[in-house]
């Protein structure tokens, strides 16, 4: 068996970097080639086509059915020069992850022979037999089937012989059964509702885009390594493994020098985004041993989740090539950093205006002011749900571990805009305001300087900080789909400017002026607010107290977390919005307890497994060693030097002893506690029971078997330790 660890660690040890193929061509040169962008619809659609097409994408217009073959057609032309053979949907089902099922582009030509086809038809919509795919119910009934329908705002894009189309995934009766289908009408509410608050300012504007930029972290882990750990290979995470001697403590890999195997696989992986039109711009170390982190520029927030998914697959399948694995687990090992996937998210106006920067003049100033404590508002009001959003088996690991965001959210907004808003809440309106000749709004303290906001302090441990010009969600996990954090964050956004819009109306009918009842407004709001800005230290004990006094949301069970969408209060919301529907947000729980539920079953199997199947009885060869010696000892000398030299031994014997018992103990009641969880039928019950009942099991199973890695023979130790798992050479 321990043939295996060393074979894996020796192969590992000697890997030399796998080169990277360069393309002879600077970037710009085959940036999205792989991409029916702008550019290839220039070339392969008529004029006419084109107009109608990109108008719907500008526009979110629909496309009618002789448009669609017009551009089936071009795609297929395009696509077909590009050696490609078959064609997918490409959709974002409620499992992380992203679903296809390839097709050939062939048909019978009616003479016994083949053409290629790709109708309109095939383009628009599809019927995947998806029926395995997690639904929550809402396809129960028998005719209750799924569909994809194309999403034209996202492009579609080849991967190695596949012509890829990004879909939605929808019930038959309309209900999404995936993220994309919720983002995408989250983002129109949030357009719509920032729009009309925007005019206020500025009649002019009449769009609104939202903006994410994603930062994903990941690990790397040598292929045999990965092969030799069955808890790494089926969890993604090591469920057991003590501690390696040194691991982040010396701060020696944050930034650090690229080690040129990972160095090589980046590129590689960079180029392959690029052809992919995904724009990643920023490489780096992350802290912990092995760790890594990639981030693009930003892009309007569906394509750039849409790039996050591909990312993500693209990653794994690059990483392969150059003998790694990629980890996105949040916590794939105890003991040093988690992976987060930081949100960056923003609005911006078609006039060019960052809505979370402040401007040159008044009305700029007091919009940024507006947006920002709406914002504040919406996390204040929507903080449970929010945590709900990014709440899952993985990330509760990382949550509120050393380096990530407590399992509690507040906002940071960083020294200047603290300031900023308490003067604005403690001045008099006549002082605040004046209206100058040109009827415009002043604020009585003056602009906000540009350059001091680019340097606002950052503080790493909340988990939602203004950054300068966007806020920064922090608390996501690094295997999500940012669909889902940013579909509540846009809902809940947007539902605020709604009712911030109607508030300032109803005062303005009252007689108030306009700004005059802004003004009111946003101060009722900043004190309301207040609870959900803290600019201390998220990881201190304090603060979790302090939290709950101020009645945040400090529920730690992630099955209870789902509940946030059930609320009278959010299902309003989502309903206002039109983004979630109560039956699809109760369909969409369901999901998430059962993966949940499944998450900790198949590590409580694999954990229950490697406990009596590859290290207890190695354990007990050990231990059946040292007995063998001291009956040797026993043997040799007499009985008084016998025990003197024994007693050590005999001690460890005992210790040995005593984590088998316990070991054994435990796996058995946690197959106990399987079994009495396995036999609830409600599926939000058996989730709480998984995670009350079972998944406790996983530590302290976890604990005796990292202490007897420290006491076993090394050369007899079966599984790939730490220290050789999570230091590239
Ligand atoms: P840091 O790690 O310091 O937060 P990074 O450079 O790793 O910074 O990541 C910053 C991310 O924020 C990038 O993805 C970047 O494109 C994104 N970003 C920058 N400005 C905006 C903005 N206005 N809206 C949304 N995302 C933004
Ligand atoms: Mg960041």
């Not at 940013?486 to 819009?501: E, G, I, R």
């Not at 078997?705 to 730490?722: A, R, T």
Request: glycine share 6%; charged share 25%; proline share 4%.
């Amino acid at each position: 068996m321990s043939t295996t660890r060393f074979n894996a660690v020796e192969k590992a040890s000697n890997r030399k970097a796998v080169e990277a193929v360069t393309p002879d061509r600077k970037v710009s040169d085959y940036y999205g080639e792989n991409v029916f962008n702008r550019k290839a619809m220039k070339k392969y659609l008529s004029k006419e086509t084109y107009k109608a097409l990109t108008h719907s994408i500008d526009n979110g217009t629909s496309i009618d059915r002789e448009i669609a073959n017009h551009v089936a057609a071009g795609m297929r032309m395009w696509a077909l020069e590009k050696g490609v053979t078959h064609y997918t949907h490409w959709f974002q089902p409620l499992t992380d992850g992203t679903a296809e099922k390839h097709d050939a582009f062939v048909e019978h030509d009616g003479n016994g022979g083949m053409i290629e086809e790709f109708s309109g038809k095939l383009l628009v919509q599809q019927e995947p037999d998806a029926s395995s795919f997690p639904n929550g119910g809402l396809r129960n009934t028998f005719e209750a089937r799924g569909y994809s329908a194309w999403d034209p705002s996202s492009p579609a894009f080849i991967v190695d012989d596949t012509l890829c189309i990004p879909t939605v995934f929808i019930a038959y009766t309309g209900e999404a059964l995936d993220y994309k289908t919720p983002l995408i009408r989250s983002v129109e509410a949030l357009s719509k509702a920032a729009k009309e608050v925007c005019n206020y300012f500025d009649e002019d504007v009449n769009k609104i885009t939202c903006f994410l930029g994603w930062e994903q972290e990941y690990f790397l882990v040598d292929e045999d390594l990965y092969s030799a750990r069955p808890d790494l290979s089926l969890t993604e995470r090591t469920l057991l493994g003590h501690e390696s001697a040194k691991n982040q403590q010396l701060d020696d890999h944050y930034f650090g020098s690229i080690p040129s195997r990972v160095q090589e696989f980046m590129k590689d992986l960079e180029i392959e985004c690029y052809k992919l039109g995904i724009p990643v711009k920023t490489r780096h170390n992350e802290v912990a041993p092995n760790q890594f982190e990639l981030a693009p520029i930003y892009e309007e927030c569906n394509l750039a989740n849409d790039h996050n998914q591909l990312l993500m697959s693209v990653m794994k399948r690059v990483s392969r090539k150059h003998n790694f694995r990629v980890l996105l687990h949040e916590k794939p090992f105890m003991g040093v950093n988690g992976s987060g996937k930081h949100c960056n998210w923003s609005m911006g106006t078609d006039t060019g205006k960052n809505l979370f920067s402040p401007g040159q003049n008044r009305e700029d100033n007091l919009r940024f002011i507006t947006f920002v404590v709406n914002t504040l508002m919406a996390v204040y009001k929507y903080n449970a749900l929010l945590k709900g959003s990014i709440a899952s088996a993985g990330n509760a690991y990382r949550l509120g571990a050393n380096e990530a965001p407590p399992a509690i959210i507040s906002s940071f907004l960083g020294t200047q805009i603290s300031e900023i808003l308490d003067k604005f809440e403690n001045s008099a309106i006549e002082d605040a305001i004046e209206v100058d000749d040109k009827k415009r709004l002043s604020l009585g303290f003056g602009q906000i300087p540009e350059l001091l906001l680019d340097n606002t302090d950052r503080n790493r441990t909340s988990p939602f900080a203004f950054t300068g010009n966007r806020f920064e969600f922090r608390a996501p996990g690094s295997s999500c789909n940012c669909g889902s954090a940013m579909l509540a964050l846009n809902s809940a956004v947007a539902y605020q400017l709604m009712q911030f819009k109607e508030e300032v109306d109803n005062l303005c009918q009252s007689g108030k002026s306009k700004e005059t009842a802004i003004f009111e407004v946003l101060k009722a709001y900043i004190k309301e607010s207040k609870p959900i800005r803290f600019d201390g230290n998220g990881y201190s004990d304090e603060w979790k107290e302090e939290a709950a006094k101020r009645g945040l949301d400090c529920e730690s069970s992630i099955p209870l977390q789902y509940d946030a969408y059930l609320k009278p209060e959010v299902i309003e919301m989502f309903a206002a919005t039109h983004v979630l529907s109560e039956k699809e947000l109760e369909a969409r729980n369901e999901v998430k307890w059962e993966i949940y539920i499944k998450k900790v079953q198949i590590e409580a199997r694999v954990l229950g497994d490697l406990s009596l199947n590859h290290i207890i009885p190695v354990v007990i060869r050990y231990q059946s060693l040292l007995l063998d010696n001291i009956t040797k000892l026993k043997a040799t000398f007499n009985e008084e030097d016998y025990l003197e030299i024994s007693a050590e031994q005999q001690r460890l014997i005992r210790k040995i002893a005593g984590h088998i018992n316990a070991v054994t103990k435990m796996v058995d009641e946690m197959i106990e506690a399987r079994k009495r969880a396995n036999r609830i039928t409600d599926l939000r019950s058996k989730a709480i029971a998984y995670h009350d009942e079972v998944a406790p099991y996983l530590d302290t199973i976890r604990e005796h078997i990292d202490d007897l890695e420290l006491m076993v023979d090394n050369q007899m130790w079966p599984l790939p330790k730490y220290r050789e798992l999570l230091f590239i050479r």
